[in-house]
């Protein structure tokens, strides 16, 4: 769908006010009703052609002495919107073999489903017989013989490259050369060697080149690594029966790390050819570390010297080796996703190092909140007037119960910068090391015993966005019969969690990233591995030495990983705060599948543990940078002041902001019981108090709250103010009082934490079509409770961020809504009503 940039919402549409689903069930199978005769013989004259197309694939490839398949390729389709059985479409007996199935979308916007089926020599008949059966038999019942199969297929054809790549189509093979995994059907008849050897046969025969290394082995599947066009992976589809699927390389880490430097050095200059970076970039991404070896040449042209910098009174070199690896994810990713494509690498920024972890003996305790500023304060002279993003993977001991520290207040009081532009932090949760027999027992209880490890300091900052891990990754054919610890999409065994803080503590990590995996290795000493396959590509310290490549995992990889994706986002939307930045980040993240089976939730006590666990999941990028037709986002940047001193001397709350959003509201009306989601995220930067004398309080320690609401249903303006002035005195009150939990995904009681707070309704789309009212109100801190430091008069920045999507495709709410701003920005809204 087209994309667009984020909603940023006028002044207009805010005012202050004083203080006074349904799902279909299971049933028959969606498919058309046919005319049998019609259908049949249609189907039979396809079949046929597909034959002769076959025929004359074998004879032109003998005709140039190259290897021909014996069996046929192919593609069936379904009508669109209606289902194909493809269960139906394969018999094992016979050799005939479903290889993938894919679901597109037609010109018309309509999905309609392919599947590739392999059918050997002579077993064709198979499918003629039941085309026979269905055209000219009935069943006992009076229907159609495979009457279901046949009406769900509306066309079959000889199957092309195109059948067999499930990757996404725009990275579909060109005539420029490039690695691609082609992965091949096995089976329990022959040996893996044998099915492997005529394989690699039939590529030495087409001079297609491969990684030897590289081959990795599943049930009924084997994947090679090979480098070809798409006229070369033609032939190989014209001239192998073995293949099943063509996909985009995801390269691991092990094959990379076998080769000779020299080979390695291949991959450096073509990723370094693809390079294109953006010097006048208005965004930086500042890794705080161990320092960086800035001349690899993967970094050279983007780390130079005059941004290398030190706070630990030694040079800014990395003799460690984590700073360079840090700053290779940060402007790379996983260098393996750089590799398996020939597409350029945009770098939008700039990316500084300082050290703040000396290499010949550890910073005292104390002096890591004071160096932590010191680094802050290099980099604004390093990059004056441009935003800045602060990357930490350091952490240091557990916190306690995740009370405030030095480190932690310290960083609270960098990003909060005096109330002026804020500055966004990410740091790591910290990791759970399995080095000891303690650490062994937890793994053995993962993914619950994670929950035994707390999040380490300074990643309880308020303020900051604390990062936790996640894995998706494999590992190859070496490791098969090795059991990984953490399923795909699952918690990482090295990530650590919240869940021992106390129940009104913050809700940490925020976010998850991929920071890799273990395998079990049935080794009384060592039970538990972190191979290379199972951790991310980057660039090495010791590339003059060693090799150009190193690995990286746990919650630095993820941190690293965060950081980027947060460059991207202050690079697209250089008019957008911090706040709203680490707000973007929180309010795009979703759990995993696998991330909800582990933490499954029935009651708000187990929502409570799935966050302490996941944080809100994995951010997403698409929708963190873009709104859609059918998905958008609105932003408003607005500055509160939550108390005034009265009179008589004592402070009160002064005000709440009324949002009345410009909704699509006609076009949700029209979308009716369609289930459609709305998510809210409120992303603001305390204070934090001086000293410690409250740091063991939450209502002390921060400088004041926010909170958020929207209205209910049919809940008008009067009414949805009179009852946010209630909710006011609740808090104030430290009563939790009556609230609409019920509705809300995650809940007040869970959500109303810390300094970022995230919710989802979903709801019809008619019910959601009048909520478009939404308060910011403030609650109690130490602005108005200690009167004496004179902060009840100052104004607290905030990030309000509202999104709506719906499945639906083919609507354009963006446009409406973007009509209705217009309007609203040519009409003057008083400022301030006050309410009785």
């Known amino acids: 769908m087209k994309q667009y940039e984020h909603i940023i919402l006028p002044e207009q549409v805010r005012t202050a006010i004083g203080y006074s689903p349904r799902k279909a069930g299971g049933g028959e199978p969606r498919i058309p009703i046919r005319n049998r005769v019609e259908h049949a013989a249609r189907l039979e004259r396809l079949f046929e052609n597909a034959r002769t197309q076959n025929e004359k694939i074998q004879e032109d490839m003998l005709a140039i002495s190259l290897p021909a398949r014996t069996g046929t390729y192919l593609e069936f389709a379904g009508a669109p919107e209606n289902e194909l059985l493809t269960k139906s479409l394969e018999d094992q007996k016979s050799g005939i073999r479903l290889l993938n199935i894919r679901t597109t979308l037609t010109a018309e916007n309509e999905e309609q489903t392919f599947a590739t089926v392999y059918v050997p020599h002579g077993e064709e008949r198979k499918f003629i017989s039941k085309l026979n059966q269905y055209a000219n038999e009935d069943t006992q019942f009076g229907k159609p013989k495979n009457d279901k199969l046949f009406r769900s297929i509306e066309s079959v054809n000889i199957a092309l490259l195109r059948s067999l790549w499930t990757d996404n189509i725009n990275e579909f093979p060109t005539k420029r050369a490039d690695w691609y995994e082609i992965w091949i059907r096995t089976n329990d008849l022959d040996t893996i060697e044998e099915q492997h050897k005529s394989f690699i046969d039939t590529l030495n025969a087409l001079h297609i080149q491969y990684k030897e290394n590289s081959i990795l082995t599943f049930p009924e599947r084997s994947v090679f690594l090979v480098y070809a066009d798409i006229e070369a992976l033609s032939l190989l589809l014209q001239s192998s029966d073995q293949m099943a699927e063509v996909r985009g390389v995801q390269i691991l880490a092990g094959f990379l790390f076998n080769e000779y430097r020299s080979e390695q050095q291949e991959w450096v200059e073509d990723l370094h050819n693809r390079v294109k970076f953006n010097h006048n970039a208005d965004s930086v991404v500042c890794v705080l570390d161990t320092g960086v070896n800035n001349g690899h040449p993967l970094l050279s042209d983007i780390i130079n010297d005059a941004h290398c910098g030190s706070v630990v009174g030694e040079g800014s070199a990395d003799r460690v080796g984590h700073g360079t690896c840090m700053c290779g ?25 300082i050290k703040l972890f000396p290499y010949k003996s550890p910073n005292r305790k104390d002096a890591w909140g004071y160096l932590t500023r010191q680094a802050v304060a290099v980099s604004d002279v390093m990059f004056p007037r441009k935003s800045i993003c602060y990357c930490m993977a350091i952490t240091a001991e557990d916190c306690e119960k995740g009370k405030p520290s030095s480190w932690s207040g310290s960083i609270d009081s960098i990003t909060y910068n005096e109330g002026n532009d804020g500055k966004l932090f990410i740091i790591s949760a910290g990791n759970i090391r399995h080095i000891n027999d303690q650490d062994k027992e937890i793994i053995e209880q993962y993914p619950y015993g994670n929950g035994l490890r707390p999040i380490q300091d300074p990643a309880q900052s308020w303020n900051c966005i604390t990062v936790g891990a996640y894995t998706t990754l494999m590992a190859n054919n070496s490791y098969e019969f090795k059991e990984r610890v953490a399923p795909s999409g699952g918690v990482s065994p090295f990530s650590r969690t919240s869940l021992l803080w106390e129940k009104s503590s913050l809700i940490k990590p925020e976010v998850m990233f991929e920071g890799g995996n273990l395998i079990k290795t049935n080794d009384e000493r060592f039970p538990y591995s972190d191979i290379e396959d199972l951790q991310l590509l980057t660039t090495s310290s010791s590339y003059l030495m060693r090799g150009y490549f190193d690995t990286i995992n746990a919650t630095s990889a993820a941190t690293a990983l965060s950081s980027k994706f947060a460059g991207k986002l202050q690079s697209k939307y250089p008019e957008l705060w911090a706040e709203s930045l680490r707000g973007l980040m929180v309010h795009t993240a979703k ?102 004398i409250g740091w063991k309080d939450k209502y002390k320690y921060a400088s004041c709250g926010l909170r958020f609401d929207v209205n209910n249903e049919n809940e008008d303006s009067r009414a949805f103010q009179l009852r946010i002035n209630k909710a006011i005195e609740a808090e104030e009150n430290e009563d939790r009082g009556k609230n609409d939990s019920s509705r809300w995904t995650i809940g007040v009681d869970n959500r109303n934490k810390g300094s970022i707070h995230s919710d989802e309704l979903r709801l019809t789309a008619a019910q959601l079509s009048t909520c478009n009212l939404i308060a910011v109100y403030p609650i109690g801190g130490w602005w108005k409770t200690r009167i004496n430091l004179k902060r009840y008069n100052k104004k607290i920045r905030y990030s309000l961020i509202v999104s709506l999507d719906t499945p639906i495709e083919n609507i354009d709410m963006y446009v409406d809504v973007q009509t209705k701003i217009a309007a609203i920005v040519q009409t003057p809204i008083e400022v301030k009503v006050p309410i009785d």
């Open 329 to 353: 994810t940060t402007i790379y990713g996983d260098l393996r996703n750089c590799i398996a494509n020939n597409n350029p690498i945009i770098v939008d920024n700039h990316v500084a190092s």
């Open 591 to 692: 759990w995993t599948q696998c991330m909800e089976e582990q933490f499954p939730v029935s009651n708000r006590k187990d929502m409570e543990r799935r966050l302490r666990f996941c944080g809100y999941g994995v951010p997403s990028e698409k929708r963190a940078l873009y709104s859609y037709g059918n998905g958008l986002t609105y932003i408003a940047q607005q500055a509160i002041q939550p108390f005034i001193k009265e009179r008589n001397g004592s402070v009160k709350i002064n005000e709440m902001h009324f949002f009345e959003f410009p909704w699509p509201k006609e076009i949700l009306e029209q979308l009716g019981e369609i289930e459609v989601s709305m998510r809210i995220t409120l992303s603001y930067f305390i204070e934090p108090a001086p000293g410690e």
